[in-house]
């Protein structure tokens, strides 16, 4: 079986992108982390899968994870889907919605950038009941549409040190995230309102370049913790910078916002 692809990265967090509204590709977990293998396959940090709305949306959004296994969302992919599928309309709109798991999102072409309107982040624990041996401080939760923790080194320069894989895998394990676990995130303020962060990412088992829904959370803790205002800057692995907004009304956020950019690396045919 062949199969069109594109292959697209925001901010570094790079996807195997496959057009299935006519339903014609059910792929398996199995063969979704074969695509994404980067040694045997296309290599991606998931794959994400354009299919018809069951919704008041113009599309619906499918995310699967390196590992084959379906996520609710995914902040990086959101804006890759709707670059992608806003291409694939013929008046080229400036805004494109889209049915998750996480409920009905849009994506508005900002320039080069797109910008996502996130769903309401849910789950604040501020902070979790436990620490991990050898990781100091305290960590944080949030559901940004995916399970996420935050956790704050000193400075940029011991951020840079963190062995990121080493305690993402034991946050990610951790039992009071059984059995789903979660994605981790270890950030630093460089000035206020502006953060850097590296995150382990769930379902691909190690530091990615970035993080969509992990840059909400930590620019939400960053703001619960310092009382930097919307919006707030975040600096990835990738070597991007992308602005988090939000609007706060006691401890629940909404009119959540992902500005960032969208990239087409490639296209091309994929025999399975």
Do not use: W
Request: charged share 25%; with cysteine.
């Amino acid at each position: 079986m062949q199969i069109p692809f594109t292959k697209m990265n925001g901010a570094g967090n790079d996807f195997v992108v496959i057009d299935n509204r006519g339903l014609e590709y059910n792929l398996s977990k199995e063969q979704i982390a074969a695509l994404c293998d980067r040694h045997r396959g296309i290599g991606a940090d998931g794959l994400l899968a354009v299919e018809p709305s069951e919704a008041e949306a113009d599309f619906k959004f499918r995310y699967y994870n390196a590992d084959g296994g379906e996520a609710e969302m995914c902040g990086n992919g959101a804006r890759c889907f709707g670059k992608y599928t806003a291409s694939l309309m013929p008046e080229k709109p400036d805004e494109v919605t889209f049915e998750t798991i996480a409920g009905i999102l849009s994506a508005k072409m900002v320039g080069d950038d797109v910008r996502i309107e996130m769903s309401d982040p849910f789950g604040l624990e501020n902070p979790l009941p436990f620490l991990i041996e050898g990781l100091a401080g305290n960590i944080y939760a949030l559901n940004t549409g995916v399970p996420h923790t935050v956790a704050f080194a000193d400075s940029p320069e011991e951020l840079d040190k963190l062995d990121v894989i080493k305690f993402g895998a034991a946050i990610r394990y951790h039992e009071h995230f059984a059995p789903a676990g979660t994605n981790a995130n270890f950030g630093a303020v460089r000035e206020p309102g502006h953060i850097v962060i590296r995150t382990y990412e769930r379902g691909v088992e190690d530091e990615t370049l970035a993080c969509g829904t992990g840059m909400v959370a930590s620019a939400i803790f960053h703001h619960l913790l310092t009382g930097a205002p919307s919006p707030v800057k975040v600096d990835v692995k990738g070597g991007e910078t992308l602005e988090i907004g939000f609007e706060r009304d006691a401890d629940r956020f909404h009119n959540v916002t992902l500005t960032g950019p969208a990239e087409v690396t490639f296209s091309g045919v994929v025999e399975l």
